[in-house]
Structures are given as structure tokens and as C-alpha cells.
């Protein structure tokens, strides 16, 4: 089945170190975001990529990178410089950049400090 | 900017209740409006669509009408169910955005009593 998988579902990062955060799509979309969701509350756009080998900040970049290597895949990084990082992570993909294209989710990563 | 605003939770209904949840938004261009939904421990699923004023977007029971003149996207459903119980975001894409960013809302609880 088409869709997208994160991974892995739970994450425990120590103190000054760096973790990624899988997304694997297998839907042939063009453009992929990765969004944080803090407990009872909405998402924030952390980064986006509409092609290959370009991404965008969103409205919280600041502790986080990104690549895009490959269409399939959009790895995020989570770095020591990001001082409150517990959080639900979500990667989205969609068709393309029409306004009109809904957003497709995976089932999130959620990250906690050890 | 773009915003969304959604009725603050949780909404506690008991089963076959009618539920709606308000959802109003601004926007500076032509925008796309969603519905999204969350299952504890999962992502955001889509669940309707209207991408034009006056249009009506349904699935699985749910509806909700694009009222440009209000600028409203409320969701209705007449008889919920105790498996309709999870978090209801709402959220709009903007023709004038760069790409196809989602403005989301803050989320709406719905639980629901047998």
C-alpha cells in the first residue's frame, strides 16, 4: 500500500546529542514537511521541501535540519541546539504545491529526553 | 497572515448527538479548506475538503460547507459515534502561499459516551 512511514515511533535522545527522524514515501509526492505537535495543540511547520535537493524553513527551524537526497525520503535532525525538543513529529507529503492538494500524514515519531 | 480558529475543547457528546465544531479563518489569497482528524497515537488523517466557496465537502457522515460570506468551515455530523471520538483539526492552504503550506487550528477534543 502507498503511504508514509516514520521512524522509528518512539525516540529518547540524551543531552547534547543528535537524532533523525525517518520519512519514507512511497507516493510519488514532490513535496514533504515535517511539522512538530506539542500535548493539546495544533502543529507547526518546522521545514518543507517541494523538489529534490531543496527545502525551505518553516516557523520553527531553529535546532532542527533537513535533506533531500532522494524524492522518497526526508530525514529530520534533531540537534543538540534545539534545548526543548520533546515533542510529536510529524512528516506530511503532497502532490504538489497547488493549495488544493491535501496534505498526506504519517503516524509520527515521539521524542523524549532521557 | 493567514489564521485559523477553532472552538476550544473537549466537546463531550453521548453517542447519536449531533456535533458541531466551529471553525472560522482568515486568509489574504483564495484558500483550500480541510478537515483533518487524529486517532490517539497516530497522525493526521484528511478527512473532507472544499476548495471553493459554497462547496461542500463529505466523508464518512461528516460534512462541512466553504462559507466565504462568514468565512467559516464548521463540521457537522448528525449522529456520532463513540469511534468518532479524537482530536478535529481544521485548516486552510492558501493559492497566494509559495507552496502548499497548511495554517492549522489549535484542534478540537470530541469525546463520546456510549
Known amino acids: 500500500d502507498g503511504g508514509i512511514t516514520q521512524s522509528p515511533k518512539y525516540l529518547f535522545r540524551k543531552e547534547g546529542q543528535n537524532v533523525t527522524l525517518s520519512c519514507e514515501q512511497n507516493?510519488?509526492?514532490?513535496?514533504m514537511y515535517w511539522y512538530r505537535q506539542d500535548p493539546g495543540q495544533g502543529l507547526r511547520l518546522i521545514y518543507y521541501s517541494q523538489i529534490v535537493n531543496d527545502f525551505q524553513k518553516g516557523d520553527i527551524a531553529e535546532g532542527y535540519s533537513v535533506s533531500r537526497e532522494k524524492k522518497e525520503s526526508f530525514p529530520l535532525t534533531v540537534t543538540s541546539a534545539q534545548k526543548n525538543p520533546t515533542a510529536f513529529y510529524l512528516c506530511?507529503?503532497?502532490?504538489?504545491?497547488?493549495?488544493?492538494?491535501?496534505?498526506?500524514f504519517g503516524d509520527g515519531t515521539r521524542l523524549s529526553i532521557l | 497572515g493567514n489564521s485559523v480558529t477553532q472552538m476550544e475543547g473537549p466537546v463531550t457528546l453521548s453517542e447519536e448527538a449531533f456535533l458541531t465544531i466551529n471553525c472560522t479563518y482568515t486568509?489574504?489569497?483564495?484558500?483550500?479548506l480541510f478537515w483533518y482528524v487524529q486517532y490517539p497515537g497516530e497522525g493526521l488523517q484528511l478527512l473532507l475538503k472544499?476548495?471553493?466557496?459554497?462547496d461542500k465537502g463529505s466523508n464518512k457522515g461528516f460534512e462541512a460547507t466553504y462559507r466565504k460570506e462568514t468565512t467559516s468551515f464548521h463540521l457537522e455530523k448528525g449522529s456520532v459515534q463513540v469511534s468518532d471520538s479524537a482530536v478535529y483539526f481544521c485548516?486552510?492552504?492558501?493559492?497566494?502561499?509559495?507552496?502548499?503550506?497548511?495554517?492549522f487550528g489549535g484542534g478540537t477534543r470530541l469525546m463520546v459516551k456510549p
Open positions: 472544499a476548495t471553493k466557496a459554497d
Open positions: 485548516a486552510l492552504s492558501d493559492l497566494n502561499n509559495a507552496g502548499n503550506m497548511l495554517t
Open positions: 507516493l510519488n509526492h514532490d513535496a
Open positions: 506530511a507529503s503532497s502532490m504538489g504545491s497547488g493549495a488544493t492538494q491535501p496534505q498526506h
Open positions: 486568509a489574504t489569497g483564495y484558500p483550500s
